[in-house]
């Protein structure tokens, strides 16, 4: 069996400000920053997966968001959905419909201010 990939380590976003989505993705949602430096800031979603903001390298990729952006979402566990959807909406992200239920919990999706869409994750 090839083993030459085995393991995701990080997701790279495109965004329109860095300082901005640091913010919010540091401060408002809460994962730790692992490494910084000019236009490039790198957190933790978990040990050995990263989450990589950057600024925006191919612009045609920018000109949708939300769902019609396409592309992978992040699944994002929480705690209290209501508080946590609460939160993310006082700094710009948007819920995108309503609760849904899902095996062993309940989950939202979100957009964030960069138009990329998440979902929030809450287990029973």
């Known amino acids: ?13 495109q965004v329109q400000d860095v300082e901005q989505s640091r913010y919010f993705w540091r401060d408002v949602v809460g994962l730790p920053e692992k490494a910084a430096a000019t236009d490039f800031v790198e957190l933790e979603l978990r040990p050995g997966l990263h989450l990589q903001l950057h600024p925006v390298f191919h612009s045609p990729a920018m000109e949708r968001s939300g769902y019609d952006r396409g592309g992978p979402m992040l699944g994002i566990r929480v705690m209290d959905l209501e508080q946590m959807t609460s939160l993310l909406s006082r700094h710009g992200a948007r819920p995108l419909g309503d609760v849904q239920h899902i095996p062993g919990g309940r989950s939202r999706d979100m957009e964030d201010p960069d138009g990329y869409v998440f979902e929030l994750v809450e287990k029973r």
């Open 1 to 13: 069996m090839f083993r030459g990939m085995n393991e995701l380590c990080w997701i790279s976003l």
